[in-house]
């Protein structure tokens, strides 16, 4: 009797353990979810953007090509200041830590589900790993801009439009050798050379 009641008993916890932690995967994928679809409207946001700032330095390049006119440096500031920004998706990661640091995946049981899940990171893995390349890029905007471009031209922007770049009717570049100016970095020559 004794030897059953032990038996029984360890029944009962497995059952509450597996009961317990099929809860918990079924919590941590709406969690998950959830953290998607964060994801998903954070890179929206900045793909939208980032379009954007795509065009604008293409305008920059053509104003470097082309050779910049006195009455296009205003222009020049303004495209600088909108286009070179370095934008990043900012992940959730507080259901992906938690997976990963508990070894909680393994509560997944579909194989193509935790398959998925762990692609989704490697991909994030390499996302930030491009965004640190755009990160040495903004540096070296920075570097070169600094030599060609005066701060004090630049005007406090609209608080309805905190990206818009407002310039000073007057701005004068501060340098402007044609052999600066065809080094502007650009995304499509991260290595700092258009």
């Known amino acids: 009797m004794l030897f059953l009641a032990v038996f029984l008993g360890f029944l009962a916890e497995n059952l509450r353990e597996r009961y317990v932690e099929k809860h918990r995967a079924q919590e941590y994928m709406r969690s998950l979810v959830e953290d998607l679809k964060t994801d998903t409207a954070n890179i929206q946001f900045v ?29 020049f500031y303004r495209l600088h200041g909108e286009s070179l920004r370095v934008l990043k998706v900012g992940f959730e990661d507080r259901t992906s830590s938690q997976l990963k640091n508990s070894g909680s995946l393994r509560m997944v049981k579909n194989s193509k589900i935790a398959d ?15 965004s640190n390349r755009y990160d040495e890029f903004g540096g070296k905007t920075t570097d070169i801009g600094v030599q060609i471009f005066n701060n004090k031209y630049y005007q406090r922007g609209n608080a309805n439009n905190p990206f818009k770049v407002v310039v000073d009717p007057l701005a004068k570049l501060a340098d402007n050798n044609p052999k600066l100016l065809v080094h502007i970095p650009t995304e499509k020559g991260l290595n700092g050379i258009s």
């Open 47 to 75: 793909i939208n953007l980032t379009a954007i700032a795509s065009k604008k330095t293409d305008s920059v390049v053509d104003l470097v090509n082309n050779g910049i006119e006195d009455t296009e440096v205003v222009t």
């Open 116 to 130: 998925a899940i762990r692609a989704y990171w490697e991909t994030i893995k390499q996302i930030e790993n491009i």
